[in-house]
């Protein structure tokens, strides 16, 4: 089994900063794409951002030049620095990571439970 655990969110004025963190753990042979993604109130899930194993990244336009992603390979830890928070950025953030195990060929994807970040105005 595959854990993903979420932490680092919490209540913010606009135009703060908030940074989270996702740990993988369990029984892990290797972590491909790892990223996160938010839901709103209301709203679909949606990507946020995503970091491959060797570190290239990719953004939602609405989170580019705010937002920055990172990984810890040796840690299986993925984070995400948020700045310039603003109050449409309120929603559950959850860690996303295609995970291979041991005995496995090939990766499956596996979700944390969601941190939930409020941006107030």
């Known amino acids: 089994q595959v854990q993903l655990v979420e932490s680092g969110g919490g209540l913010v004025k606009a135009g703060g900063s908030l940074r989270l963190s996702c740990a993988a753990s369990g029984s892990i042979f290797s972590i491909n794409t790892m990223g996160w993604y938010c839901q709103a109130p209301g709203k679909q899930r949606e990507l946020v951002a995503t970091i491959t194993s060797g570190g290239v990244t990719n953004y939602a336009d609405s989170v580019k030049g705010r937002f920055a992603i990172s990984r810890d390979n040796a840690k299986n830890t993925v984070y995400l620095q948020m700045n310039s928070l603003k109050p449409e950025d309120t929603a559950v953030y959850y860690c996303?990571?295609?995970?291979?195990?041991?005995?496995?060929?090939?990766?499956?994807?596996?979700w944390g439970k969601g941190t939930l970040v409020t941006v107030s105005s």
């Open positions: 996303n990571a295609a995970v291979r195990t041991p005995r496995a060929s090939y990766a499956l994807e596996y």
